[in-house]
């Protein structure tokens, strides 16, 4: 490695990401200040309260970057296997002996530091899987080499569900769009609406009872299979009146097998809500329906939601917000710091936030897509897709519009491992991004 | 398709979702304010300052009514965890049930706000269970202010200062559950000047309801004023020795410094002490106080109404002559034909005649002013007559409330002629069927402080000041309205002759009064004794002392005893030496009263 070669890397290093990315570290920073903030113990470098921490964490971060941005590229191409399976050993390990926290066994105690290897098990996905699509090339187009992609990703989720953790499990699924941009078929997005869909549809029928003709009270779920059984009478006639001949069988056969799967999933989604989710997990999802009965249930999103509707336009003030100050909001340092930023900033704090997370992501996106390499492309779109679910997830639980799921808001939230990962996640983009025209992948 | 053209699919979902939640964010923080009503709802509270009720001090400046500290046990149900209810009842001495009842309607009201559990309980008691509230979360003790009495003298004057009802919060909107209001006698009229005014102090809460900090640095706060200190007319030593002079009788004795109508003392027999009424006891005494036959909260001195026999004659007398009906030197026949009489004279005149207190010659005084012949028809002449007659009368203050400051009185009846148009119809009576009004019987009925004011009202020679028991609000002095003298329309030279035949019922040998005599002293006095058949008759007496000089005016009631001068007289006489001579000569006629008892039935 010659000199000049260093100053390329360090000329081509997108400084906009980096600044961006220390913009929201610091805001993030100053948001766990506030909302552990005691006047009579002001002290910033407090290293025995979370905001103090941080600041250890933060300054940790800053060292990884370094490293990570002097490391070269290839080393992380080598390196996803062996770390994808490192991590995976170590998933494993955390479910047995992990330390239990809030009900999740995903931690690895050290003293009075913690470790979360499902924080790291994004980053190593990522790079396995910018690896596998990436060596196999063309070949992607195979189902078998599909499927695969799919099992990578689904490998680590799995072991993560087992602990379990739904949200970063939901931030795996995330990765498709990745996928979708190396050539799945646009369907599987569509799909996946419909899905959506169709699931708050089948909880929303299947929590309410109706009186049906003959059969008397029965779970509304019933109406909407008959409803879906009715809409693909309706279709397959449409096929007849509206189609050449020749293209029917197929049609006929398209429509019914979306049919089966539609009342399958239905019925499934149904039978999940009712029977498999734990009471508290099925609580959540019916706060979001509005249709809770206990009310103490939606104790921790109705607060959630007054202390960021306090805000108003320019909201109370740094460091004045009584309800994320005054312990209203339930985990205001971690999974609900947005609330902070909404009741202390307002609307206008509040829109730069995710102002700025969606710049991020779509300044992720464009570095991705200037690179040569398959295996930068396919990295860069997981890295924007791990970002913005966590983005979805976290702002929509805390604004009322997603269930309640554990899942941090990057940069934000407290905790070392979090902000560990999210770092190195970004960080391997930026050194992959600065080798861009040396690399011929 | 391009696959590269895919990223724009992409980023369209991303700034889709960005503007979902920028929509998001508008809708709860900016278009509406329900969120913020929320969060203050949660978040501030407003902490309410109570100021320390204003003292009452007698007129020697002698503390009578102060403050103490005593406790309710409130509850937040939202805290409360479950604890061992049985251990609980048992620390509160409060039964198992009522505890649970308590609990439930607390949280009925509201999960967050704090309710009261068991009220009133006393500063020994709460020490108690203060050590042992930090096993019962959610629970704590609520002081307030109630008052202690320091003489245990004035029941009735001072009034009682208790929780306020719901009516009274209704109508007052000052007052929340739970706080205390003036409820009789001064605590009541100067409830405001008492209360003083409550503070208000606007404070962040945080999730355990704990305050910290001011809200806005307390821009919003108010201060507490406190309640101003009252100064009474009473005199707690005089108030204390009526009382006892008054023991094991019903009726009542009230004393008013006749140049300034300054109650001295306001007695109303049976009393009791207002200390039973403050603290954890206030209920059951309070019970048993209301169904006590003798009816103790009751209040004898302003609103017992009663026939005033023959102390009425002194009023008959004094308008007849400012009327020129009669003039001192009138005598008229004592015929006992048309009514009754007593002693052995036959031919009075004015000054004989209240001396000897001679019926026959009130009814013709009466009937001189009632009927005096300026119509034909008698009915129509004692209709116009009875309503003049009626005007002159109401000008002692009878029928009226006398603008007292005293709470609840009842006026009593100066009957017109539409009072008697009522019962009998119109030109359906005449003098002659209303005549025993003449006497201070029949349907006339008076208070005994009314009584009080009229030996005041002829101590005076004519006038009088509305009787008030306030000297001083604060540092404001006394009320304007009590300074104000109320005239009755006599000219003073008519009560020359009044106030000397009030002497000698007193001075005189034989006369009815003698018991009122006092070594050295002046007294001028009047005895009735109302009819009450079958029962004893009431006994009454009105007197002031000195003659020339009065510092006293008093009127004594007291129910089934008998002759006026045998009981109500040396009760009158005591409580006159002790305020003038402030020592009793005789201490033989203070046992006899001491030792006397009636009950009625």
Known sequence: MNATRRQDIRRNIDWVTIGLYAVLVLVGWTAIYSANYDPAQSEIFKFNADHG?????????AFIALILLNTEGEFFIRFSVISYALVLILLVLVLLIGKKVGGARSWFGVGSFGI??????????????????????????????????ALIIAFPAGLILLQPDAGTVLVFAGLVFALYREGLSGNILLFGFGAIILAVVAILTGASTLDYPLLGEQSGIFALLLGLILLGGLLIFGVRGFTLPR?????????????????GFSYAVNYGVESVLKPHQRERIYVLFGMNQNPDADYNIRHAKAAIGSGGWTGKGYLNGPMTRYDFVPEQHTDFIFCTIGEEWGFFGSFFVVALFVVLILRIIALAERQRSQFSRVYGYGVASILFMHLLINVG??????????????FFSYGGSSLMGFTILIMIMLRLDAERFSVFR | M??????????????????????????????????KAKAAELTEERVLIYPSRGLIYDREGELLVANRAIYDLMAVPRKVQPFDTVAFSQLLKMDIHDLEDALNKAKKYSRYKASVIRKQIDPEDFARIAEQLHKYPGFYGQARTVRSYRRGVGAHVLGDYAEAGPSDIQKYPYYQSGDYIGKGGVERTYEEDLRGRKGMRYVLVDVRNNVQESLSEGRFDTSAVQGADLTLTLDADLQAYAEKLMQNKLGSVVAIEPATGEILSLVSSPTFDPNLLVGGKRGTNYKALQQDSLKPLYNRAIQGQYRPGSIFKMVQSLIALQSEAISPATRIPCNRGIIGCHGSHSYDDLKGAIIHSCNPYFHQVMKR??????????????HAGLDNWNQRIR??????????????VKTGNVPDAAYYDAIYGEKRWAYSTIYSLSIGEGELLINPLQMANLAAIIANR???????????????????AFRQPQFTGVDPEHFEVVVNAMQKVVEQTGGTARRARIEGVEVCGKTGTVQNDPLPDHSVFIAFAPKDDPKIAVSVYVEYSGYGGTWAAPIASLLIEKYLNDSIADPSKEQRILEAEFRGI
């Open chain 1, 53 to 61: 921490r941080q600041i250890i964490w933060i300054g940790v971060c």
């Open chain 1, 116 to 149: 979360q290897p499902s924080e790291f098990a994004k980053t190593t996905a990522t790079l396995m899987l910018a690896w596998y699509v990436a060596q196999a090339g063309s070949r992607f187009k195979a189902l078998k080499t599909r499927l695969t992609a």
């Open chain 1, 247 to 263: 293209y029917r069988p197929k049609n006929y056969r398209f429509v019914l097998a979306v049919l089966i799967a539609s009342l």
């Open chain 1, 397 to 410: 639980m805390v604004l009322g519009i997603a269930p309640v799921i554990g899942i941090p808001l990057p």
């Open chain 2, 2 to 35: 391009n696959l590269a053209n895919r990223r724009y699919i992409i980023s369209g979902i991303i700034v889709f979702f960005g503007i979902i939640f920028t929509v998001r964010l508008f809708s709860l923080q900016v278009s509406s304010d329900h969120w």
């Open chain 2, 369 to 382: 002013m009632v009927e005096p012949g300026k119509n034909s028809s008698r009915f129509e002449d004692a």
């Open chain 2, 395 to 408: 000008r002692f203050g009878f029928g009226t409330n006398l603008n007292t400051d005293i709470p609840n």
């Open chain 2, 462 to 480: 004519g006038w009088y000041m509305p009787p008030h028991v306030i000297q001083s609000i604060g540092t404001d002095g006394k009320p304007l």
